[in-house]
């Protein structure tokens, strides 16, 4: 069973950043494809990013792109999600998801495996 852990979420400030982990066990790593979801209350599951095994390519979507960067470190079992610039709009909880494959999927049918979520509050 693929259990995954996510940190680093909180309160800050609009402008501001965070970076969350997800901690993935009990998986291929290397062959596991990562990706971020948020929820806000109210609205649906919303794609954030996902990073292939390798790492070499990424797909973020086009809310966050240019402001939010999905990283993973494979000898760590971790993938990152550096969020700079943040708005408001970016509250949420940030849930990291896994699935065994290759598509970079922005629908959160394609995952398997799920953490518990993490908030993020961004104050105007």
């Known amino acids: 069973q693929v259990q995954l852990v996510e940190s680093g979420g909180g309160l800050v400030q609009a402008g501001g950043s965070l970076r969350l982990s997800c901690a993935a066990s009990a998986c291929t790593f290397s062959r596991c494809v990562m990706g971020w979801f948020r929820q806000a209350p109210g609205k649906e599951r919303e794609f954030v990013a996902a990073?292939?095994?390798?790492?070499?390519?990424?797909y973020p979507a086009d809310s966050v792109k240019g402001r939010f960067t999905i990283s993973r470190n494979n000898a760590k079992n971790t993938v990152y999600l550096q969020m700079n610039s943040l708005k408001p709009d970016d509250t949420a909880v940030y849930y990291c998801?896994?699935?065994?494959?290759?598509?970079?999927?922005?629908?959160?049918?394609?995952?398997?495996?799920w953490g518990q979520g993490t908030q993020v509050t961004v104050s105007s």
């Open positions: 998801a896994a699935y065994q494959g290759w598509g970079l999927f922005p629908s959160p049918e394609e995952y398997d495996y």
């Open positions: 990073i292939r095994w390798s790492g070499d390519s990424t």
